[in-house]
């Protein structure tokens, strides 16, 4: 069993939908969970971080941790085409290493 | 300022061959990381370098070698290419462990084909 497990998608939706990706995971020792956003045939980049439980909002993107269920979830509001993307889980525990989920693509349609 | 740069940015080789992949970092970030990337699996750091003069196995070295050949540059080797190694290699950096606060930076990656 994966540590993280993430839906590859894709999703699609039109624009201006709610959009709403998820994460579970194994480890109860990961305390760091990120949110990257990856266009096609580039890097990844850091979308949104949170530390233990709880909810933060930046924007039209909202993070949201539940240890209990061990349950991450990512939502987009209002969403636009230029959100088209693969969106990558990854959570830490501290120190040097991530663990990523396979991340689920994305496409908003105009 | 260029963030993380990789090169080259594809190569195909044939099994048994080596090669070395290159990246650099211009933002003084005391650790690097090389990850690879396959479907359904995600990214899998092969090894990282905490600050220079030191290298650690990460979730998949089998097969790899990386020198740290100062802050700027950390280089990953594969001495005999296999087929199992076509992949996407990223390379990453930041200024101290990986968690937040500390965002890793990611290069554009490479795309290796070994036939």
């Known amino acids: 069993q994966k540590e993280v497990e993430q839906d590859p998608g894709p999703l699609s939706v039109p624009e201006g939908a709610i959009v709403s990706l998820n994460c579970t995971y194994s480890?109860?020792?990961?305390?760091?969970f990120m949110w990257y956003r990856q266009y096609s045939r580039k890097g990844p980049e850091l979308l949104m971080y949170?530390?233990?439980?709880g909810n933060k909002e930046d924007g039209r993107f909202t993070a949201q941790v539940d240890k209990s269920s061990k349950y991450i979830s990512l939502f987009i509001r209002d969403s636009q085409p230029s959100d088209s993307a693969t969106y990558l889980c990854?959570?830490?525990?501290?120190?040097?290493?991530?663990?990523f989920g396979a991340g689920t693509r994305l496409f908003v349609k105009a | 300022n260029a963030g993380v740069t990789q090169t080259p940015k594809f190569q195909v080789l044939k099994t048994g061959q080596s090669m070395t992949l290159q990246c650099a970092q211009d933002m003084n970030h005391n650790s690097m990381y090389w990850y690879r990337q396959d479907p359904g699996m995600g990214l899998r750091l092969i090894y990282y370098?905490?600050?220079?003069?030191?290298?650690d196995k990460g979730e998949v070295p089998n097969g790899y070698n990386v020198s740290r050949l100062n802050k700027r540059e950390f280089s990953l080797r594969l001495e005999s290419a296999a087929p199992s190694q076509t992949s996407v290699y990223f390379c990453a950096s930041s200024e101290g462990p990986a968690g937040p606060p500390n965002e890793q930076y990611f290069g554009p990656g490479t795309r290796l084909t070994v036939t």
């Open positions: 480890n109860s020792a990961f305390q760091y």
């Open positions: 370098s905490a600050s220079e003069g030191t290298t």
């Open positions: 949170t530390y233990s439980s």
């Open positions: 990854a959570m830490s525990s501290g120190g040097f290493k991530t663990i």
